[in-house]
């Protein structure tokens, strides 16, 4: 067991360096969304922007290709949320997750008072979705239909939580509509689902992500609670250290903990490095929490100084002037500024592409 107590900076750059923040790497797409245990995914624009900030020279339609040839696919996992994945990781880890799903869906039907028949829910849900595609809309209708007096949210969501679907892309800037379209994901897949639990793997693969971190983080990274056993069973395999408050931290061995500087960096809204623990001070200091963290659960996109958040962004087009605008949460050196600039420029280059000018703007 390591003696190592490990300091806020200490958790900050192994996660900034799991997370390819502390330099552009050279890897594949599938390699990235792997290594960074799958993409939040609720705005189609924002795993784009995050594979940007963390590869180098990406370009747009590497990720539109590897979605286009389903090797990375969009679905409900992780805490129920819509998330970018390999096809690999996801057929691999949906079976673990179902408990996750599955709470979410009675904690809603739950709150609605309603008693559902699931089993014929689903066969209903899933004869229609086998015919074609379709969206949320259209499944409302149907159900409406059938089950007049039945809450139609509570019937969505247990369809969306329940059967493994996948959504469908489109040929938009982005991969996905604003109203898209879902498949179920054995047949987009062209193999089955298993129900296998590899627990195990899931959290080996959270700790290459996210770690150090404790059993807390990681049950709120998942959604899965009471993860202590699946840890204890893990312990011999793993590294173990202690943070200034004493405080157990699990990890793979040999993992880096890099003494080096960070670079400033852009996060795209609802990013995974800001949701993954459930003691986030390791990047967002707790005097900025609701700077970041915004009602009805939206996430900022923002910005990093030193390793840590600093500021929020945002990228608007009015006619064909493309700006972004980056708003400090505290006063800003020259060197920090400077460096914004420069890498808020490629970044709205990036992102609106046809404008015909642009700019950088400081909203302090």
Known sequence: MSERILTQRDLNRALLARQ???????????EAVEQLAGMQAQLASAPYVGLWTRLKNFQRDDLA??????????????????HLFTAADYVRF??????????????????????????????TARAYIEEQPRSFAELSEMLAERHPDTD?????????THLPLVQVPADTRWSYP??????LAETWLKQPIPEADHLRDLILRYLAAFGPATVNDAQAWSGLPKLKDAFEALRPELAVYR????????DLPHMPIPDVDAPERFLPEFDNILLSHKDRTRIVADEHRKAVYLPGLRVAAAILIDGFVHGAWKAEKVKKVAALSITPFKPLS??????????GEQLIRFIEPEAASYEIKFVE
């Open 152 to 160: 139609i949210g509570a019937m969505r969501y247990t369809v969306r």
């Open 178 to 183: 604003g109203n898209p379209k879902f498949t």
């Open 334 to 343: 020259k060197q920090n500024r400077a460096a914004l600039e420069h890498e």
């Open 243 to 250: 943070d200034e408050r004493k405080r157990e931290y699990f």
């Open 65 to 82: 290709r590897a979605i286009e040839a389903r090797t990375i696919i969009k679905a409900t996992l992780m805490r129920a949320t819509l």
């Open 20 to 30: 390819m923040l502390l330099e552009r790497a050279a890897v594949s797409i599938p």
């Open 94 to 123: 949906r079976g673990t997750l179902q408990p996750v799903l599955a709470a979410a869906s009675g904690s809603i039907a739950e709150q609605r008072n309603v008693k559902l028949d699931i089993p014929a829910l689903l066969q």
